[in-house]
């Protein structure tokens, strides 16, 4: 069974920073692309930062240079760190894992929270 888990998340000030974490079983990790998506209330779900199983990143406009994704494929994780956050970060973050050969093969995590509040 196939189980993405983020943590991380929580109630951060603006201008502060959190790193998320996603932690992946029941795939050959290193074989898949990994990715952070978010999802704010009365919004589409966006692209936040990919990064493919080369270790190839991709962000959206909205986060580059605040936001870093990594991947240690050693312990199957991706992890997001975030510095400088503002309000408009508010939002569920989810985890996403998508097979490099086989975009078929694609999952996802429940999500987690992050607020940027005063």
């Known amino acids: 069974q196939v189980q993405l888990v983020e943590s991380g998340g929580g109630l951060v000030q603006p201008g502060g920073s959190l790193r998320l974490s996603c932690a992946a079983s029941?795939?050959?990790?290193?074989?898949?692309?990994m990715g952070w998506y978010r999802q704010a209330p009365g919004k589409q779900r966006e692209l936040v930062a990919t990064i493919t199983r080369g270790g190839i990143t991709n962000y959206a406009d909205s986060v580059k240079g605040r936001f870093t994704i990594s991947r240690d494929n050693a312990k199957n994780t991706v992890s997001l760190q975030m510095n400088s956050l503002k309000p408009d970060d508010t939002a569920v973050y989810s985890c996403?894992?998508?097979?490099?050969?086989?975009?078929?093969?694609?999952?996802w995590g429940q999500g987690t929270q992050v607020t940027v509040s005063s």
């Open positions: 029941g795939i050959s990790f290193s074989r898949y692309d």
């Open positions: 996403n894992a998508v097979f490099s050969t086989n975009p078929r093969l694609n999952y």
